[in-house]
Structures are given as structure tokens and as C-alpha cells.
């Protein structure tokens, strides 16, 4: 099944269920929102499915036309918000280009930090900044909601604990993430804000495409309505989203509702593109010896997608417009 939170003037939106071509919704009668169907996900899993099964079958009552721009982010309000760095190929660039070796740990351990997670964008929100100076990037990646994960859980049951899945633009400020790391604290004003997909869909819902613990589909980005990326996420994600639940888990229990990023999609396939404006400077740094792609500017639009098999938008898209802050 699929599922958005539609704006109603609220801080949290009203939980609706989509229609599998994303062209129909309907609202939910006793969850309100997504956070509550969460908190008893075993039987609001259960009204949910029916709800979504009567709608892919033209018989839910009160259906109405979706529109992708009425979308908050699923979760707006999230518990956590823990964003790895599972694709390798993105790690090992960025660091080669500024001559750093890649540490043996990284191919063993996940790399992740916490963001803010208490106003989440929807898809078509702007991408708010006061300077262009600050180096505002893009990321295209994979997310997953899971439901109460224990401390210390292994990798295999922790993908049990995924309970829904989506697209995610984890917004970066590169000129501030010098400055911040130099202090020995990590990311803070250079994360802002992460924008989500217009749905979250079951893992079910995406068939052999959800294997692993990987979404085997291409991500595909478009920055300024050219295409620049087009890569898989499935093959070179190197630590699947049970091992990134896990190492999230490690030393304390993550709630009901809590957020697990898989970092910028990668491959090291030159001819797929890339994901993040960095990764392309990265390359340009290796192969010229200085970066020539310059960072977004106000204006600039970004858009995220994932079709399936047969051409049709899974999640629905992220279309952002970068916005001068007021």
C-alpha cells in the first residue's frame, strides 16, 4: 500500500491512502496520522491494507483526485532522523579528491549522523537558503520508517522492523561542512531540512524490486530538467538497511516512526551519472585537478524519481525550486 500525508493546516497533516498509480486517495477513518498507524502498526496495518486494497479496486468511498503538490513529507514530525552512508563509491570519491585515504572501518562499519528531524519538507516545498555562498547541493536517496526497533538488534531482524519506504533529498550546505567538521562535533547548520517523496509504500508493495534489504530501481535525478543521474540503488549499496537499523540500534532503541537514510545513491558506472553535485566535483577534482560543476543557485530546481518495471512513478516525485530565505 501507499501512503501520503496531505496538508491541512495541521503540523503533522491528515494520513491518506494512495492509490497504486498515485492517481487517487482517500482519507483514513480513525488514524488521523501516520504516526499514530505507526505507533499500532499491527492493526492499523491491517484497516490500512483493506482501505487500499477497496481503492486499487474502485470501491472506496469518498475517493478523491491526488495531487503529489498537497503533500507534506509522510512523516513531517519524525522521532529520529539517522542518515548512513551506505554507497562506498560516494565515500571513497569525496575523500580522494581532497587526498584522503578510505580507512579500512568504512568497509565494515556505517557511516551515519542524526539530523534534524522536526520539520521534515514535503516534495514540492522549497529548498530555502540566505546564500548561494553556502554551496546548497542535492542528495538523492532511500529511506526507510521503521516501527519500535529493541537496542542491539542483529542486522536480519532489524529488517524485519522496516515497515515503509521512500525517496528522500537529504539537502547539503557544502561550503559549511568544512568549518563544522574541523570542529570535531559534525553536521549541524550544513544539514538543514530533508524533503521526502509525496508517498511511503509497504515494502510489499514494490514486489522483487525490495530484496536484501535493497531497492533494486534506478534513482533517477534531474537537476534543472536535465537528467544527470540515473544510477541503481541496489547493486553497490554495500551495507543494506538492515545493517544501517542495526548499527542505528546499537546503543540505544529507536521508536516507532524513526527514519534510516541510505545516503547518496552511487555507482561507480560513469555512465550512470551522479546523485549529489559533490560527487561530480569529486570526479572533477581526480581527473582536472579543480572542481568545475558550481553548487545550485536560487532558482535552480531538482527533481527525484523511481519508476518501476513498467514505467510508473513508485513514490511519486520530489520537485524542489531552490528559494531565497526571507
Not at 528522500?168 to 559534525?186: Q, Y
Not at 510489499?204 to 531497492?215: I, K, N, S, V
Not at 549529489?276 to 560543476?293: P, V
Request: proline share 4%; glycine share 8%.
Amino acid at each position: 500500500m501507499k501512503l501520503a500525508s496531505l496538508k491541512d493546516g495541521s503540523r503533522d497533516g491528515q494520513l491518506a491512502v494512495v492509490s497504486r498509480d498515485l492517481k487517487y486517495a482517500v482519507y483514513v477513518q480513525g488514524f488521523t496520522r501516520l504516526q499514530q498507524a505507526l505507533d499500532d502498526w499491527s492493526f492499523a496495518s491491517s484497516v490500512l491494507q483493506d482501505l487500499s486494497d477497496a481503492l486499487n479496486a474502485g470501491r472506496a468511498q469518498h475517493a478523491f483526485d491526488f495531487d503529489p503538490g498537497q503533500c507534506m513529507a509522510p512523516l513531517p514530525r519524525a522521532y529520529q532522523w539517522a542518515d548512513g552512508s551506505a554507497y562506498l563509491n560516494h565515500v571513497e570519491l569525496v575523500r580522494k579528491a581532497r587526498g584522503a585515504d578510505m580507512p579500512a572501518s568504512f568497509s565494515s562499519e556505517p557511516l551515519m549522523y542524526q539530523g534534524a528531524s522536526d520539520a521534515m519538507l514535503g516534495a514540492r516545498d522549497p529548498i530555502l537558503a540566505v546564500s548561494e555562498d553556502w554551496g546548497i547541493d542535492f542528495e538523492a536517496e532511500v529511506a526507510v520508517v521503521t516501527d519500535d526497533v529493541a537496542m542491539g538488534v542483529d542486522a536480519e531482524t532489524a529488517l524485519n522492523h522496516v515497515r515503509l519506504v521512500m525517496l528522500a533529498n537529504d539537502v547539503s550546505l557544502r561550503d559549511l561542512i568544512p568549518a563544522e567538521l574541523a570542529k570535531g562535533f559534525g553536521f549541524f547548520q550544513s544539514k538543514p531540512a530533508s524533503s521526502f517523496s509525496p508517498v511511503a509504500v509497504t515494502p510489499d508493495e514494490l514486489g522483487g524490486a525490495w530484496r536484501a534489504g535493497r531497492l533494486h530501481l534506478d534513482m533517477q535525478v534531474q537537476w534543472n530538467r536535465r537528467v544527470v543521474g540515473t544510477a541503481n540503488a541496489g547493486p553497490e549499496m554495500h551495507f543494506h538497511f538492515g545493517q544501517l537499523i542495526a548499527h542505528a540500534a546499537k546503543t540505544r532503541r529507536l521508536a516507532a516512526g524513526s527514519i534510516v537514510g541510505s545516503g547518496t545513491v552511487s555507482s561507480r558506472d560513469r555512465s550512470r551519472g551522479y546523485s549529489c553535485i559533490a560527487e561530480q566535483r569529486a570526479l572533477e577534482m581526480i581527473e582536472h585537478g579543480e572542481a568545475r560543476t558550481a553548487f545550485m543557485r536560487f532558482g535552480d530546481t531538482v527533481r527525484i524519481e523511481m519508476l518501476d518495471a513498467q514505467g510508473r512513478s513508485v513514490f511519486g516525485a520530489i520537485e524542489q525550486t531552490v528559494v531565497r530565505a526571507p
